[in-house]
């Protein structure tokens, strides 16, 4: 029985090694781990159509502790409350650019990419998003995930109608890695 | 030649080879039970159940095509940030697969308690609300027991791993492959057809 049991350990041990050769010990070891990246709150009492925001992954000691490691971007969702201090209904969306900021919608939508669009707040309302309901406003999946490996990047809120009033906060970036757990 | 086209190919085989060959037993069978996730931080244990036919092919090896449904329970993570303090939950995805495992050991299911060892590849996709599916070749290794009431129905208990590959192209800091991995703890009902003891 215990040289079964050898014998047995033995073989197991052989068929991870040889699934290690075939796939890759990384494939095999791999993981998933949830990352968080807080982002500053939108407050956006204007007349103009435009709020933006930086947010620098190079800051989070998260993703610089698994960034060299990480196989895959698996899932982005967010959570926030959006405030909507206004008379009319407030409706937008989020779009996000690379390292330069730009500064006109006609740049942004040339040069970002929209990740959020839908999301609607009624007059003197305030909305909570969590992370799995954030999935129904997410656009552009793969454009978005290039975006945030370059780290550093800008976010933009575009109101469907001015003059807008809302607040955004307690906006929390929620991101699945695949890499070393 | 791409895992998913080797799938398909070694379906052709089996369905091709196998009647003319020692499908003179063969059976079909169904499963369910305990599906687990393994270092996922966004998904828990969920389901998993699904349908295969057993072709021997020798008194010691048989091929089973097999589909198998796969569902995580949802993913948590506790927010204790930026004004949150509280879990949040992500619906944790599912599997499906289309496969064929190849079993070494006691294969024939008569009457009586048999053992063996299982190897498998399939095509499966992995989706989830919101985001793009996942569609890629996959592998599976495991382990069954099996007792057979009579020559033509048998309880079987398998714990089995997939192994679901993948990279990421739009990442530029590294090209390595990443996997999913999930245990499954399955009881399972067979019921042969053919030749008896």
Known sequence: ??????????????????????????????????????????VAQTSSTLTTENVNLTENEDWQDQKEDINSIDDIGFACRITNNAAATAAGQLWISKAKQQTTIEAIK???????????????????????????????????KEVIFAENFWVYFIASEVPFNITVEDIVLIMSINGKP | MNLRNAVVLLLFVVLVVAPQADAYRFSVGAFGGLNIPVAQEDAESGTAYGIKARLPLTGFIAVEPNYTYLKNGDGEVLVDVNGWDETMTNEGGTFNSFG??????????????????????????????????????????????????????????????????????????????????????????????????
């Open chain 1, 110 to 144: 040339t040069n970002g990419v929209l990740v959020l669009d839908g999301i609607t707040v009624e007059p003197g309302q305030t909305r909570e998003i969590k992370w799995g309901e954030s999935h129904d406003f997410i656009k552009n999946f793969d454009a978005t």
């Open chain 1, 1 to 42: 029985m215990t040289k079964r049991f050898v014998l047995f350990t033995l073989k197991s041990a052989l068929a991870v090694l040889a699934l290690m050769v075939i796939m890759g010990a990384n494939c095999v070891t791999s993981g998933n781990v949830v990352i968080i990246e807080e982002i500053e709150d939108f």
């Open chain 2, 100 to 197: 064929v495992d190849l079993l070494i050991g006691s294969v024939l299911g008569y009457q009586g308690f048999g053992a063996y060892g299982i190897v498998g590849l399939s095509t499966a996709k992995f989706e989830r609300n919101g985001l793009p599916s996942n569609s890629n070749g996959s592998y599976w290794l495991g382990l069954g027991f099996e007792y057979a009431f009579n020559d033509q129905i048998s309880l079987e208990m398998r714990g089995k791993a997939i192994i679901f590959p993948y990279d990421d192209s739009t990442n530029p800091f590294s090209s390595d492959k990443g996997s999913r991995k999930n245990g499954l703890l399955t009881v399972g009902v067979n019921y042969y057809f053919g030749f008896t003891q």
